[in-house]
């Protein structure tokens, strides 16, 4: 069964990111405001950014690592913006935009 990490696109700009072995139940969840808190108070989302993973174990993981990334990082993530990303994960001071 394969587990996915999202990155979602919330309505203020914001971005979200989860994990689950069911996305599209998890995206209308999300979007139906089912989940109290972040993206609940920032509907619509849109679905910015999806990663397929072997186990629930490596989709909490990548989810873990992508929550403590920059914004600039996970903007180049979702272009797939392999370079950019390369060079933000080698800067010591943190891209901003």
Known sequence: MPFYVYILKCSDGSYYTGHTDQIEAR?????????????????PVELAF??????RNE???????????????????????????VRLSQSVSRDSE
């Open 59 to 85: 989709a909490f993981r990548r989810e873990r690592q992508i929550k403590g990334w920059s914004r600039a990082k996970k903007r180049a993530l979702m272009a797939k913006d392999w370079k950019r990303l």
């Open 50 to 55: 999806l990663e397929e993973l072997g186990s």
């Open 27 to 43: 995206l209308a969840a999300h979007q139906a405001g089912q989940f109290s808190g972040y993206t609940s108070e920032r509907r």
